[in-house]
């Protein structure tokens, strides 16, 4: 199975900041990778999706970049309701398999 | 609106089996594949079982595979996960899924349910 690997687990940030998220993957994937955010007590929300695709209704500070085995997301300037654990995904091949997660907290 | 509704959790004994349940509405179901995707809570996610829109292409994660089985029913907009042989690890809120792109088996997860719960104690 490919294995998907966030950095980091977690951090601290303020309000403001720009913030990067990294995922690697075993092996290439192209551009099958998506991003997820889940905040506690409710289901993950896709984010971006072909590695840089903004889903439709998320804000434009929320990009993605990559392809193969190296991927990032970056929030250009953080607000309250970003404060969340992000996820990355390969949909590339079976089976499917999410990174670890990363949680941003307030700092 | 576009929902997915899962139900058939619970607490069930070690050993026993359970199936789960997921109903569509608001899309074309059988457009799409679709997933199960489990989380113990506190934890990560764990994508357990994909099936394409028309039953074909099947996916396990290695953890449950042999135990569990995905199937689903065009006609009703339902997808399940029958789970056999239950472990206390396989504890977890378990969520369906639906790819975003039509008839492929390359998508990312666009909508999901709320959950529902699966317990396996003595």
């Known amino acids: 199975a490919i294995r998907m690997t966030q950095s980091p687990s977690s951090f601290s940030a303020s309000t403001g900041d720009r913030v990067t998220i990294t995922c690697r993957a075993s092996?290439?994937?192209?551009?099958?990778l998506a991003w997820y955010q889940q905040k506690p007590g409710k289901a993950p929300k896709l984010l971006i999706f072909?590695?840089?695709t903004l889903q439709s209704g998320v804000p434009s500070r929320f990009s993605g970049s990559g392809s193969g085995t190296d991927f990032t997301l970056t929030i250009s300037c953080l607000q309250s309701e970003d404060f969340a654990t992000y996820y990355c995904?390969?949909?590339?091949?079976?089976?499917?398999?999410f990174g670890q997660g990363t949680k941003v907290e307030i700092k | 609106e576009v929902q997915l509704v899962e139900s058939g959790g619970g607490l069930v004994q070690p050993g026993r089996s359970l199936r789960l349940s997921c109903a569509a509405s608001?899309?074309?179901?059988?457009?799409?594949?679709m997933h199960w995707v489990r989380q113990t809570p506190g934890k990560g996610l764990e994508w357990v079982s994909g099936?394409?829109?028309?039953?074909?292409?099947?996916g396990y994660a290695d953890s449950v595979k042999g135990r569990f089985t995905i199937s689903r029913d065009n006609a009703k907009n339902s997808l399940y996960l029958q789970m056999n042989s239950l472990r206390a690890e396989d504890t977890a809120l378990f969520y369906c899924?639906?790819?975003?792109?039509?008839?492929?088996?390359?998508?990312?997860?666009?909508?999901w349910g709320q959950g529902t719960m699966v317990t396996v104690s003595s």
């Open positions: 899924a639906k790819d975003n792109v039509i008839s492929m088996m390359r998508g990312a997860f666009d909508v």
């Open positions: 092996q290439g994937i192209s551009s099958y």
């Open positions: 099936i394409s829109w028309n039953g074909d292409n099947i």
């Open positions: 608001g899309f074309t179901f059988d457009d799409y594949a």
């Open positions: 072909a590695a840089s």
């Open positions: 995904q390969q949909y590339y091949i079976y089976p499917r398999t």
